[in-house]
């Protein structure tokens, strides 16, 4: 059973549009998360949610939505495409003592 | 803003050689620092350093904490094809609301 999934695993879109991608972890962590990761491996935090708190990283442009309908669920959503959206999308979630679990990943690319 | 610096960026090095990769830190309220290794697709937790001093063990892998000089190692010995990869060092402290990352160490062993 994997621990943390994320769906589709490649998405390739055209600037403009609006794309999904979906986030379930089974291991029954609170938080839950989602990061960026660059062109150059740089993983860069975007979202934590904790127990309904929200909270975001302010350099991340108000396009991203994160919505979590429960616990076990945090998806992303992102309006407006550009072309510097092109990344690998990491979802993750952790217990209390903060170490991270990842999902395989989600490669954007933005034509 | 928490600050995690790693050295080197890139490295290569023969099977069989040990390499020493460094993090250093700067945050507020530390907490723990982890270091993770990834390969193709997400990266998959190695160690968590909490005291300094304490070594920790892992097969060929070892990392240790010094928390009054504001670093982390972490040692391959006798190093394998199969240990290249990118390792990642982070930081997560009571200030912050997630694992923040450091740039990474790409490491190629060839053989």
């Known amino acids: 059973d994997t621990a943390v999934s994320q769906t589709p695993k490649y998405l390739v879109t055209q600037m403009g549009n609006d794309k999904s991608i979906k986030c379930e972890q089974n291991?029954?962590?609170?938080?839950m998360y989602w990061y960026k990761q660059d062109s150059k491996k740089f993983l860069k935090i975007m979202f934590s949610?904790?127990?309904?708190?929200?909270?975001i990283n302010e350099t991340v442009p108000n396009r991203f939505s994160p919505k979590s309908p429960d616990k076990a669920h945090l998806n992303l959503h992102i309006n407006s495409l550009e072309l510097g959206d092109s990344a690998v999308y990491f979802c993750?979630?952790?217990?209390?003592?903060?170490?991270?679990?990842f999902g395989e990943g989600s490669r954007l690319t933005v034509l | 803003e928490d600050k995690v610096v790693q050295s080197p960026l890139s490295l290569v090095v023969h099977e069989g050689d040990t390499v020493t990769l460094n993090c250093s830190y700067e945050v507020t309220n530390f907490r723990s620092l982890l270091w993770y290794k990834q390969e193709k697709k997400a990266p998959t937790f190695l160690f968590m350093l909490t005291s300094s001093g304490i070594e920790k063990k892992s097969g060929r892998l070892s990392s240790i904490l010094d928390k009054k000089e504001l670093f982390s190692i972490l040692n391959i010995t006798a190093t394998q094809t199969g240990d290249s990869a990118i390792y990642l060092c982070a930081v997560f402290s009571d200030s912050g609301y997630a694992l923040n990352f450091g740039k990474g160490t790409s490491l190629l062993v060839t053989p």
């Open positions: 949610y904790n127990n309904k708190e929200l909270i």
């Open positions: 993750a979630s952790s217990p209390v003592t903060g170490e991270l679990f």
């Open positions: 291991l029954g962590h609170d938080t």
